[in-house]
């Protein structure tokens, strides 16, 4: 098993040379855009109360600077709602050449500004670019949702997230499964990021929604790295994957050359265009990055058969 180590103290000053893994840290993108959502767990809503400042420009700017720098990193749209304006989407599409992978975070909302066969037809035309789109469907409804028949059009790569919050009615659990099955759409149910610690992230004596997971489903195997894991599951030909990820993604750490490194795992381009190097806050020094050490990607199975 890894070994996590806590960030505490190192938010003040990092100071370190960078080290990410090959093909470099993955890119989040929020969109310069809202969404009409109030999920309870969302921590990004309160960052879109003022949109003073946003600018789609300074976002297009610096998604060129991160392929510059990493011409193999994946990117990732989230926000606020990357479809609630296709035609910003599109740009930022169209700015990431097709050596990267693209996935985008979303409601597939029902929304007045565009009608489904529009949302639709924009997955068409964009098909071989986006890698997945990541739908948010959870056991609680909190933002209206397009029919199932809709999610199941959609014409590039799905997968469906599912945020497990608080007190959970695990007895929903199968039937929200086989609600997805005539679609063939893996699910990927997550943890309550912000609860997460280094103490319980591969804790599975009490971790309660992993019990319930593995009462319900048949139990695959678990991969992880030092930031992040997944527990995997079948039911009935169908991929589950049950998410934990710390609410920090830099490890501060000793490589066997002496050199203390910053590791990043992520990047974030926020509203604004500036460039952050973990999700506290921190400015990326992109001059430094620039420079940045590469090692192979740490993630690999921990047990069990992963083969989906």
């Given at each position: 098993?890894?070994?996590?180590?806590?960030?505490?103290?190192?938010?003040?000053?990092?100071?370190?040379?960078?080290?990410?893994?090959?093909?470099g840290?993955?890119?989040?993108v929020?969109v310069?855009?809202?969404c009409?959502?109030h999920?309870?767990?969302?921590?990004?809503?309160q960052e879109y109360?003022?949109c003073?400042?946003?600018?789609?420009?300074?976002?297009?700017?610096?998604i060129?600077?991160?392929?510059?720098i990493t011409p193999?990193?994946?990117?990732?749209?989230t926000?606020?709602?990357?479809?609630?304006?296709?035609d910003?989407l599109?740009q930022m599409?169209?700015?990431?050449?097709?050596t990267?992978?693209?996935y985008?975070?979303t409601?597939?909302p029902v929304?007045?500004r565009?009608?489904a066969?529009?949302?639709?037809?924009?997955?068409?035309?964009n098909?071989?670019k986006?890698?997945?789109?990541?739908i948010?469907r959870?056991?609680?409804?909190y933002?209206e949702?397009?029919p199932?028949e809709?999610?199941?059009?959609?014409?590039c790569?799905?997968?469906?997230?599912?945020?497990?919050?608080?007190h959970?009615p695990?007895d929903?659990?199968?039937?929200?499964v086989e609600r997805?099955?005539?679609y063939?759409?893996p699910?990927?149910f997550r943890?309550d990021?912000?609860?997460?610690?280094?103490?319980?992230?591969?804790?599975?004596k009490?971790?309660?929604i992993?019990?319930?997971l593995?009462?319900m489903f048949?139990?695959?195997g678990?991969?992880?790295?030092?930031m992040?894991?997944?527990?995997h599951?079948e039911?009935?030909?169908?991929?589950?994957t049950?998410h934990?990820t710390?609410p920090?993604?830099?490890?501060?750490?000793t490589?066997?050359?002496?050199?203390?490194?910053d590791?990043?795992y992520?990047?974030l381009?926020?509203?604004?265009g500036?460039?952050?190097?973990?999700w506290?806050?921190v400015m990326?020094d992109?001059e430094?990055y620039?420079h940045v050490?590469?090692?192979?990607?740490?993630?690999?199975?921990?047990?069990g058969t992963?083969d989906f």
């Amino acid at each position: 098993m890894f070994a996590v180590h806590s960030l505490e103290g190192w938010l003040i000053n990092m100071s370190n040379p960078y080290k990410t893994r090959a093909g470099g840290a993955t890119v989040t993108v929020f969109v310069p855009y809202d969404c009409n959502n109030h999920c309870p767990f969302c921590i990004n809503k309160q960052e879109y109360e003022d949109c003073t400042g946003f600018s789609l420009e300074a976002i297009l700017r610096s998604i060129r600077t991160m392929d510059e720098i990493t011409p193999a990193c994946d990117f990732v749209f989230t926000g606020g709602e990357p479809l609630a304006n296709l035609d910003a989407l599109q740009q930022m599409l169209d700015a990431i050449p097709p050596t990267h992978k693209i996935y985008i975070n979303t409601t597939f909302p029902v929304q007045q500004r565009y009608s489904a066969e529009e949302m639709i037809a924009f997955t068409e035309k964009n098909k071989d670019k986006i890698t997945c789109m990541n739908i948010s469907r959870h056991l609680v409804k909190y933002v209206e949702e397009s029919p199932d028949e809709v999610i199941g059009r959609i014409a590039c790569r799905t997968r469906i997230n599912c945020v497990l919050y608080k007190h959970y009615p695990a007895d929903k659990l199968p039937a929200y499964v086989e609600r997805f099955l005539p679609y063939g759409i893996p699910i990927q149910f997550r943890y309550d990021y912000t609860a997460t610690t280094p103490e319980n992230l591969y804790d599975e004596k009490d971790d309660r929604i992993l019990a319930d997971l593995r009462r319900m489903f048949t139990y695959k195997g678990l991969d992880g790295c030092r930031m992040r894991n997944g527990f995997h599951f079948e039911y009935k030909g169908l991929h589950l994957t049950y998410h934990k990820t710390l609410p920090y993604s830099t490890i501060v750490e000793t490589g066997e050359d002496g050199v203390t490194y910053d590791i990043l795992y992520d990047i974030l381009i926020k509203q604004n265009g500036d460039i952050h190097s973990d999700w506290t806050g921190v400015m990326l020094d992109v001059e430094k990055y620039r420079h940045v050490t590469f090692e192979p990607y740490d993630l690999r199975v921990l047990n069990g058969t992963i083969d989906f």
